[in-house]
């Protein structure tokens, strides 16, 4: 690539993020006509050549590009032969002549008080190899502008298919905007300029929309703080009776002894053993 496109090709690109910072609303397909709005172009089909057989006359003395861009006293149009252009096609048709406007290119005197662009080629798709390097920067600019590389990536879609159905660009647009994603993908290219940057921090929002919901995680299940008696299990079980708790329970002096005994039941107990004791002292003394 000459020094000179390179050129062509940052100020087409930087131009198409700085467009993309404009727009009203951020999100894919780009409304490419809320955009011509706001810059003051006005997208009107061919006219008839009946109602208007002098504008008739003079476009198609332009040339049989599918949009051809004129300056009307003062104020720019777009003229679009809209009978063979769908929606893809006629969305990059209209970007091509947003760039041309927005990249300053030259123009020319095509009647008293009616200028034109001097490239007048406009496809409704990307050109194979344009001649005029303001065709080719008007191009880049539309690619740019409609599928902006930082938020593909943000979405993981880098394939021809997916970017044609999420930008709404035509087939060679499409492709040649896959062929970039795979090498911006290689080099890991992304997010180095800083106007890239708030182009993707303004288009957060649609990116947020377009994620996946996360799936809904099942509550814990809850355990009962009151356990059933014994022999009765469910929600109707009987709670614990206090006094039946307190005789159930273990020793409260811990390590599993039993509890102390009374004093007077200590004498019950030694008593029958000092009996037996005088008796044998008794039976000994007399024997002697």
């Not at 050549?49 to 003395?61: D, I, S, T, V």
Request: proline fraction near 9%; include cysteine.
């Amino acid at each position: 690539m000459s020094t000179e496109r390179y050129q062509r090709y940052q100020e087409a690109r930087d131009t198409a993020w700085r467009a993309l910072l404009r727009l009203p609303e951020k999100k894919l397909p780009v409304d490419v006509d809320a955009l011509a709005q706001m810059i003051g172009m006005e997208v009107l089909p061919f006219p008839d050549g009946e109602e208007n057989p002098r504008l008739a006359k003079l476009l198609e003395g332009l040339g049989s590009a599918l949009a051809i861009s004129l300056r009307v006293r003062g104020k720019w149009q777009i003229f679009l032969r809209e009978d063979v252009l769908d929606d893809a096609r006629r969305r990059f048709a209209v970007a091509h002549e947003l760039g041309h406007l927005l990249l300053g290119h030259e123009t020319r005197v095509v009647s008293p008080g009616v200028r034109a662009f001097e490239s007048e080629e406009n496809e409704g798709d990307v050109m194979d190899d344009p001649e005029d390097l303001a065709d080719y920067a008007a191009d880049i600019f539309a690619v740019r502008l409609l599928s902006p590389a930082c938020v593909l990536h943000e979405l993981h879609i880098d394939s021809s298919g997916g970017i044609a159905a999420l930008c709404g660009l035509p087939p060679k647009a499409a492709a040649l905007r896959a062929d970039r994603m795979e090498l911006l993908n290689e080099r890991d290219a992304f997010f180095k300029h800083d106007l890239e940057r708030q182009v993707r921090d303004q288009f957060l929002p649609f990116l947020r929309s377009r994620q996946m919901p996360m799936p809904e995680q099942t509550p814990p299940k809850k355990i009962p703080l009151i356990l059933p008696v014994k022999g009765k299990e469910g929600p109707e079980a009987e709670p614990p009776h206090p006094e039946r708790e307190k005789k159930d329970s273990p020793p409260a002096n811990g390590k599993g002894k039993a509890p102390p005994l009374h004093p007077r039941r200590k004498v019950w107990l030694v008593l029958p053993v000092l009996v037996i004791a005088a008796a044998l002292i008794i039976f000994l003394t007399r024997r002697g």
